[in-house]
């Protein structure tokens, strides 16, 4: 959470960023394709690619945001239930450090006036999938 801090901080107010203010990127990478080609993915390009996730633009809703409300449409008496029931799956639920960001921005996001009034709740508990989070989804519809 502090490094995205961090990141948030280096954004000046007309939106551009300030480099200087950013904290230095994770490693870069090497992932083998096919034959001897070689993809290469900078350690800032890998940090930046899902905090679109996470980043709430003009009409834009961040994924903490689109989980409460959908969590605030459900009856009441289904809530406590629902934010210490959730499981993350899919290919981007396996990257280092997701499931904590959500559950991180979640509980930052319910301390907020839009959700603290309407959400009783401040923790979210968050479970294993049964599976390899990549493709828990499927199995479902497998049987």
Same mark, same amino acid.
């Given at each position: 959470m502090?490094?995205a801090?961090?990141y948030?901080?280096?954004v @000046?107010?007309? /939106?551009?960023v300030?480099? #200087?203010k950013?904290?230095?990127a994770p ?7 096919? /034959? &001897?080609? *070689?993809?290469?993915? #900078? %350690?800032? *390009?890998r =940090? @930046?690619?899902?905090?679109?996730? $996470?980043?709430q633009v =003009?009409?834009?809703q961040?994924?903490? &945001?689109?989980?409460?409300d959908a969590i605030? !449409?459900?009856? *009441? +008496?289904a809530? !406590?239930?629902?934010?210490? #029931?959730i499981?993350?799956?899919g /290919?981007t639920?396996?990257l280092? /450090?997701f499931? +904590?960001r959500?559950?991180?921005e979640? #509980?930052d996001?319910? =301390?907020?006036? !839009?959700?603290r ?5 401040? @923790?979210f508990q $968050? +479970?294993?999938?049964p599976a !390899?989070e &990549?493709y828990?989804a499927?199995l %479902? %519809?497998n &049987?």
């Amino acid at each position: 959470m502090e490094r995205a801090r961090l990141y948030q901080s280096a954004v @000046t107010e007309d /939106g551009a960023v300030d480099a #200087s203010k950013l904290p230095p990127a994770p490693p870069d990478v090497d992932y083998p394709l096919d /034959g &001897n080609k *070689i993809l290469h993915v #900078s %350690g800032r *390009i890998r =940090e @930046t690619a899902t905090e679109v996730l $996470f980043d709430q633009v =003009e009409e834009e809703q961040a994924l903490p &945001n689109l989980i409460l409300d959908a969590i605030l !449409k459900c009856p *009441i +008496h289904a809530r !406590k239930a629902l934010t210490q #029931s959730i499981v993350v799956m899919g /290919g981007t639920a396996m990257l280092p /450090g997701f499931r +904590h960001r959500l559950q991180m921005e979640l #509980s930052d996001l319910a =301390e907020s006036p !839009k959700y603290r009034e309407r959400l009783a709740i401040r @923790t979210f508990q $968050f +479970h294993d999938p049964p599976a !390899k989070e &990549n493709y828990t989804a499927w199995l %479902g %519809g497998n &049987n």
